[in-house]
């Protein structure tokens, strides 16, 4: 498969303008991102990319204080993008001194309780990105023994390893990209992780099986659309965790689950992004 590279030059390049850039450039397809000198470095499939739908998001930026100097756009291999990825911006990460997210080329590594070798191949999910690491600071504070695990809009499966490694079972990560699909078994093996169950598709697979802990980490408009979908799997006493949104629209996730008899249990906060866990109430 084939990518677009998206080369954007911001002024000012802040961490929060980037953050906002990438997470609607997320919303029309865009998979993976990179800081660069100037600004953003974004890249999704050729066979996704608009260049109308990327003026359309720049025209209506969300932020009086962005001026984009310009953006450039280049057709790359997939497999010279994968490796200009992994090796010169995947980076060791270390969160919470509990877990360290890392790719097999990187050696010398410090050992921490959870170790999780994830080899990203463009998809969603290394712990970098705010809504990410949120979702993993959450799973550490979880007793996960023995407890169902959901992992919605899984990417490179980071969530659903790292629940697995905390002793949860089952656990199931579904995404609908075909890139993310793959390369979610691609780490369940490199990870000693086999018995976790991968699914392509999306919420519509969801049936008749329930969770313990439902973890969704995609974007607003999916989330809004799929929390009455995530309610009906949620065993009594679950927990349903959802990022992928920015703090403007909390009120709007709260107003969707209140609907599902959901109450807002506790959220956090980095830079514009939000990560919120959500439990049942009795009306």
């Known amino acids: 498969m084939n990518y677009i590279e998206l080369k954007i030059a911001l002024t000012p ?10 997470g ?25 990319f608009s260049e109308e739908a990327i003026k359309d998001v720049l025209k209506n930026l969300p932020l009086s204080n962005v001026v984009v100097i310009q953006y450039e756009i280049e057709q790359i291999k997939s497999r010279n993008c994968n ?12 969160i919470q001194n509990q877990v360290i997210i890392h790719s097999s080329f990187h050696k010398n590594i410090p050992l921490f309780p ?20 949120m979702m993993i600071s959450y799973l550490l504070e979880q007793n996960l023994n023995s407890k169902s695990l959901l992992d919605m809009g899984c990417g490179t499966a980071v969530l659903a390893i790292l629940a697995h490694k905390k ?11 075909e890139w993310a699909y793959e390369n979610a078994l691609e780490n369940i093996r490199i990870n000693q992780s086999s018995a976790i169950q991968v699914r392509k598709g999306d919420a519509s697979l969801l049936g008749k099986e329930r969770y313990d802990f439902i973890f969704a980490n995609i974007n607003r408009n999916i989330l809004l659309n799929d929390i009455p979908v ?42 514009c992004w939000v990560a919120a866990q959500y439990s049942w109430f009795c009306k």
């Open 13 to 22: 390049n802040t961490e929060l303008n980037r953050d906002v850039i990438s």
């Open 24 to 48: 609607l450039l997320a919303e029309i397809g865009f998979e993976s991102f990179v800081e660069s000198e100037t600004g953003l470095n974004a890249y999704i499939a050729e066979k996704s």
């Open 83 to 94: 490796e200009e990825w992994e090796k010169n911006f995947f980076q060791p990460i270390i």
């Open 114 to 133: 959870y170790d999780i070798v994830i080899d990203p191949k463009m998809a969603f999910g290394t712990g970098h990105h705010s809504t990410t690491s």
């Open 167 to 177: 002793g949860a079972k089952p656990v199931v990560a579904i995404d609908n990209d």
């Open 230 to 271: 995530y309610a009906a799997c949620m065993n009594p006493g679950a927990s349903l965790f959802m990022s992928g949104f920015y703090e403007e629209d909390l009120a709007a996730i709260s107003a969707a689950c209140q609907k599902q008899s959901l109450k807002l249990i506790d959220y956090k906060k980095d830079n």
